[in-house]
């Protein structure tokens, strides 16, 4: 079973930086792709940022050159660094792994809890 513990959310003015992380843990055979996704109230979940075991990253057109995707595959960690926050940055967001257990017999695809990032004009 693989679990992912995130950490980082909070509250901030706009203009302002917050990082997240997630860490994976279990029993991980191998790691693909990491990421992160946010939901606003009312809204649908939607893609912030991700990135595969290669670096390869993939943004969210509304967040590009604002925000940073990383990973350690050493760790099994993504971290996302959030610049130039805004009110509509506003959301629950979501650590999401894909990748392999049990000697590749098994595929997962799992979620984080969830941590609020608040920004206020």
């Known amino acids: 079973q693989v679990q992912l513990v995130e950490s980082g959310g909070g509250a901030v003015q706009a203009g302002g930086s917050l990082r997240l992380s997630c860490v994976a843990s279990?029993?991980?055979?191998?790691?693909?792709?990491m990421g992160w996704y946010r939901q606003a109230p009312g809204k649908q979940r939607e893609l912030v940022a991700v990135i595969t075991n290669g670096g390869i990253t993939n943004y969210a057109d509304s967040v590009k050159g604002r925000f940073t995707i990383s990973r350690e595959n050493a760790k099994n960690t993504v971290s996302l660094q959030m610049n130039s926050l805004k009110p509509e940055d506003t959301a629950v967001y979501y650590c999401?792994?894909?990748?392999?257990?049990?000697?590749?017999?098994?595929?997962?695809?799992?979620w984080g809890q969830g941590t609020q990032v608040t920004v206020s004009s």
């Open positions: 999401n792994a894909r990748g392999y257990t049990n000697y590749g017999r098994n595929r997962f695809d799992v």
């Open positions: 279990g029993s991980i055979f191998s790691m693909n792709g």
